[in-house]
């Protein structure tokens, strides 16, 4: 591996965020370029670890870090609107004359903005902590006579809190059991029962 091609990778992985593609974007095998990896970070099962090696897999986290921080960015940028997505420029005549005798021109910029984005922020948070900010969601099965069987899936999230309550109730009701849900940091959820409705 030489400095010319670890800069290569680098750089690609920073657009990518991927060792694998960003090698082979440069004529690199991707297996190879994830046991240099795998070396500088002393995982190899075979080869030992080295000042090269160690040097160039810190270089990929960092540019890793960089990929998603780039990305992280661009979420919040779309979360918080106001990016120019139209503009239009027009010239039109004012009541004003000129030394000329003709009317004083003026030109006018006109702007659209990106409305705020608040999904943007809620596939943010549904990854960075799935358990607490993930989709509720909720599988039921079960024989209901004879040869039939009943499969439901419920996502839950946009259920008030008194839509909830009534869920519960109507489950406890017909003795459905129901796995634990996600959502819930309290333990409290067994199966048979929904989370709480301030889950």
Request: charged fraction near 30%; include cysteine.
């Amino acid at each position: 591996m030489t400095q010319e091609v670890a800069e290569a990778i680098e750089d690609a992985v920073r657009l990518c965020g991927h060792i694998a593609p960003a090698a082979q974007q440069i004529g690199i095998l991707g297996a190879m370029a994830c046991e240099w990896v795998e070396r500088g970070e002393g995982r190899h099962p075979t080869r030992p670890k080295t000042k090269l090696y160690a040097n160039f897999a810190e270089r990929i986290r960092r540019a890793q870090g960089e990929n998603v921080l780039r990305r992280i960015k661009r979420i919040e940028k779309s979360a918080e609107g106001g990016t120019i997505i139209a503009k239009r420029t027009m010239t039109k005549p004012t009541r004003a004359i000129g030394p000329d005798g003709y009317p004083i021109m003026e030109t006018i910029t006109e702007e659209r903005y990106q409305e705020p984005q608040w999904n943007a922020d809620t596939w943010f948070l549904e990854r960075f902590d799935p358990e607490r900010w993930g989709r509720r969601l909720v599988q039921v099965e079960g024989d209901v006579g004879g040869d039939k069987h009943l499969h439901l899936h419920f996502d839950l999230k946009n259920l008030t809190d008194e839509e909830l309550t009534q869920l519960k109730a109507l489950v406890g009701k017909a003795r459905l059991t129901l796995p634990a849900m996600q959502g819930s940091d309290n333990g409290a959820n067994s199966p048979g029962s929904l989370p709480p409705a301030d889950a």
